[in-house]
């Protein structure tokens, strides 16, 4: 069986292409491209441009994504899409041309939960069997563990994602969003030493992020490094942070949150293993500080590359075949777009 | 042979055993202060006005603390055993701690807490100079010559419990049940000290 | 994948003889069995250990202001006569055991020594009563109803506890029947149990402060009801319909009761907008 897998629930347009081979061998990626929409330094990416990017090049994707593919129209069983959640306008954009590649082709739709796809995706790529799944992204922060047919969510930001955190810090530095605000600031935070105290917000398995924020964001006003700086700068004032020290601060206050709430997930399911999925999983940092926790606990700790952490397409289509296989379509009358489809609300029929 | 007892607390090193010893009706009370006051190497305990406590476990309590906060390095006190005064405090205050805990000249019952930091401090030791030293009669330290010694009101006052809550006592023995709730309160207080 | 090992005990712990206990690990502390002072006076100590993935500053904040938390609301709930387990003894920042928490600054840790409560926790109580009431289905109405009114009696005396707590202050944070325990009253009241009946005596003791803290919100004293109803739903079916009567006992204890009571019909339409099932 062979699916294509569309995304655009953010800045990311992503086509794939999955094979599941009918004599059960392990499914195998026949294609994964991706164009991301770059905003300049300063700024967010606007749903409408956004939408725009996606129109002008779902067509090239899909038609490259064949190419790497090696494959022909004929052979494509069903098209899979982000139904939600996401951003409304760039969702739409791909839903009407997954929708025109039904017709025009003549294949089923499966309408899939962005979430659900990141976490199949992180299955299928680490083997972990059944993780505790920390799913971290621009839009999305959500501890989740898999019980009787469901993703539950036992933890979740109560405000702005842990993305969408370091995002706008990064406008406020005036940090370049290409390839990414936060693999930016990643690489920043590596000259920074000193750690410079945030809110630590934490309640249960919850946490958020927005007064973390606003704290970072004053700090880095009332020292003057706000807006177009050198990065390289020296600082030979001790009480001074520079703009490395901001990053370096901010991303150990926030991911020690992200792993806290994590271990206590697994402490309350009783599991050892941990999946990060989703952008901010591609985090070096993050990793490693997980890898502790999980390694302290007897556990171990999964994680996927910037292929398949970053949204994509293929996961897409990951998630969608599996319940494909289970009889799932999305009829064309239903095959509607949604910004809010929460984790939880997918069932998982595909697995025990 | 004197009243001395020799204690080993849970936890702390066994080598560091912990001399008690109870005295009433002390004759000698200026003197013993006076000795601290200028410093005689020879008198290095902890002399403790017996009214100010309430059970053994409040003392052994505070007597842990500052073990504890010595085998950690920081003490804020010049010794184990001025720190074992101040640790009965519930306040930062070291000077006030020594007011309201000490021994002072119109001292009547006497409780005296030597640890054996060094290989010669021994019960032999620590009891023959005791013995050579206080001038008063030596008693059991245990709880039954506490209930006799100790000022409830006062050490109340030092710990502001006056207001402490009473509970429907679910027992006869009220008395004593009142007692234990003052004393863990009293742990609580000894407990918590220091944490801002 | 390697076994798990806990973290090396902090100080004084380390020349403890016997060693303490394990009893339970959490994703934030280890809770063992000890003694305080003498060898017979049991005691149980918490341990919050060093995080080795936080900054070592971060972690020895964090560390330090979360045992004292906890140390704090039972401290106050001691003098406001509510039945917790007292703080024998307390260290929030010992020095760390390895040497290579020295070279970072790292603290060894928290720790906090209380006092030792006996008897089961009240989700082991119900379980088993509930199983004697599976087992015993033929027994007559008078001896049903009797049943009923043993657990309608202890589910108004944690109402008593509960409403305590808040007048007092505090909201726990995670109450469930496992963080509930029913100490054998010393009058020689009965742990005996009657062919796998449990004893319903005893005082009712709340533990584990671990998430409490200190608050005047009828929101998180209306979540605090919200989640032991939960909790009694989900883990004790059969004594479901007796919540009224913990409700009913926490209003006989708590003046502030009424708002409270009112905010939780609230909490509970706005229901759980996520499903939290372990």
């Known amino acids: 069986m062979i699916g294509i897998g569309m995304e655009g629930s953010a800045n990311k347009l992503g086509v794939g292409i999955m094979l599941h081979p009918n004599d059960g061998s392990p499914p195998r990626v026949l294609a994964n491209v991706r164009h991301t929409y770059v905003s300049p330094p300063g700024e967010g990416f606007l749903p409408k441009d956004t939408a725009r990017h996606h129109r002008s090049w779902v067509v090239k994707l899909v038609k490259k994504a064949l190419r790497d593919a090696g494959v022909s129209v004929k052979d494509v069983d069903c098209i899979c899409y982000t139904k939600g959640p996401g951003m409304g306008a760039p969702l739409q954009s791909v839903a009407v041309a997954a929708r025109m590649l039904s017709l025009l082709w003549g294949k089923e739709l499966v309408g899939v939960n962005h979430c659900v796809g990141h976490i199949e995706m992180g299955r299928l790529i680490t083997g972990s069997t059944n993780p505790v799944v920390l799913y971290v992204s621009g839009g999305n922060t959500q501890v989740i563990a898999y019980s009787s047919q469901r993703y539950r969510i036992f933890g979740e930001t109560l405000d702005i994602a842990v993305g969408n955190c370091l995002d706008r810090f990064a406008r406020t530095l005036h940090i370049s969003n290409d390839p990414a605000p936060g693999y930016n600031i990643e690489q920043l935070a590596k000259k920074g030493n000193k750690l410079i105290e945030l809110p630590y917000t934490v309640k249960g398995m919850d946490c958020s992020f927005s007064g973390i924020l606003a704290a970072i964001d004053g700090l880095a006003a009332s020292h003057g490094l706000g807006g177009q700086g050198k990065d390289d700068e020296s600082n030979d004032d001790d009480d001074k942070p520079t703009r490395a020290d901001l990053c370096f601060s901010l991303q150990e206050n926030i991911f020690s949150m992200l792993v806290e709430i994590t271990e206590r997930a697994m402490a309350h399911v009783g599991s050892k293993e941990v999946l990060i999925v989703g952008g901010v999983g591609c985090n070096e940092r993050l990793q490693d500080m997980m890898g502790i926790m999980a390694r302290d606990r007897g556990g171990s700790i999964h994680a996927t590359d910037e292929r398949f952490c970053i949204d994509n397409g293929i996961m897409i289509a990951q998630a969608g075949m599996l319940a494909y296989k289970t009889g799932l379509q999305t009829p064309l009358k239903e095959s509607t777009c949604t910004q809010r489809f929460r984790t939880d609300d997918v069932f998982v029929k595909w697995r025990d | ?196 | 994948m390697t076994e798990y090992k806990p973290p090396p005990l902090p100080s004084p712990f380390t020349h403890t003889t016997p060693p303490p206990t394990l009893l339970t690990q959490g994703a934030e502390a280890h809770l063992y069995k000890t003694t305080y002072l003498t060898p017979t006076t049991p005691a149980a100590l918490k341990i919050r250990p060093s995080k080795p993935y936080r900054h070592p500053i971060l972690d020895r904040r964090l560390t330090r202001q979360r045992i004292l938390q906890e140390a704090r609301c039972l401290s106050k709930l001691v003098r406001e006569g509510v039945s917790v387990p007292a703080i024998l003894a307390l260290d929030w920042e010992p020095q760390g055991q390895e040497e290579k928490d020295a070279l970072e600054g790292r603290a060894g840790g928290a720790w906090l020594l209380m006092e030792w409560v006996e008897g089961l926790v009240v989700r082991v109580v119900l379980e088993r009563w509930e199983g004697w009431m599976k087992r015993n289905t033929q027994m007559g109405e008078e001896q049903r109803k009797g049943e009923e009114s043993r657990v309608r009696y202890l589910l108004r005396r944690i109402g008593h506890v509960v409403g305590g707590l808040h007048k007092a202050g505090v909201v726990h944070g995670d109450l469930t029947t496992s963080n509930l325990m029913l100490r054998p009253t010393a009058a020689g009241s009965s742990v005996e149990e009657d062919g796998g009946n449990p004893s319903m005596e005893g005082e009712v003791v709340l533990i584990d402060f671990g998430l409490a803290g200190h608050s005047n919100q009828d929101e998180d004293r209306a979540v605090d009801l919200y989640v032991l109803e939960r909790a009694f739903g989900s883990t004790h079916p059969r004594t479901e319909p007796f919540f009224d009567e913990l409700l009913q006992g926490y209003h006989e204890a708590y003046r502030g009761a009424v708002s409270t009571l009112k905010r939780l019909e609230e909490v509970r339409m706005r229901g759980r907008k996520r499903s939290m099932i372990g």
């Open chain 2, 1 to 196: 042979m004197s009243a001395l007892e020799t204690i080993n607390l849970s936890h702390l090193p066994a080598s560091w055993p912990v001399h008690v010893a109870l005295y009433k009706d002390v004759k000698n009370a200026p003197f013993l202060r006076q000795q601290l006051i200028s410093g005689n190497s020879d008198f290095e305990y902890a002399l403790i006005d017996a009214s100010m406590i309430l059970t053994r476990t409040h003392v052994l309590s505070a007597v842990f603390r500052a073990i504890n906060d010595y085998t950690n390095a920081r003490l804020k006190s010049r010794n184990i055993h001025s720190e074992i005064v101040f640790s009965l405090s519930p306040a930062n205050n070291i000077a006030d701690s020594f007011r309201k805990f000490g021994i002072t000249d119109s001292t009547k019952d006497l409780l005296v807490v030597k640890v054996s930091v060094t290989p010669e401090i021994t019960h032999e030791s620590v009891a023959t100079h005791l013995g050579a030293s206080i001038e008063g009669s030596a008693v059991p330290f245990n709880d039954e010559t506490l209930v006799a010694t100790s000022d409830v009101a006062k050490i109340k006052k030092a710990y502001k419990l006056g207001g402490l809550a009473p509970t429907p006592a679910k027992t006869n023995d009220t008395k004593n049940h009142e007692r234990q709730r003052l004393e863990t309160a009293l742990l609580g207080a000894i407990a918590l000290r220091g944490a801002l």
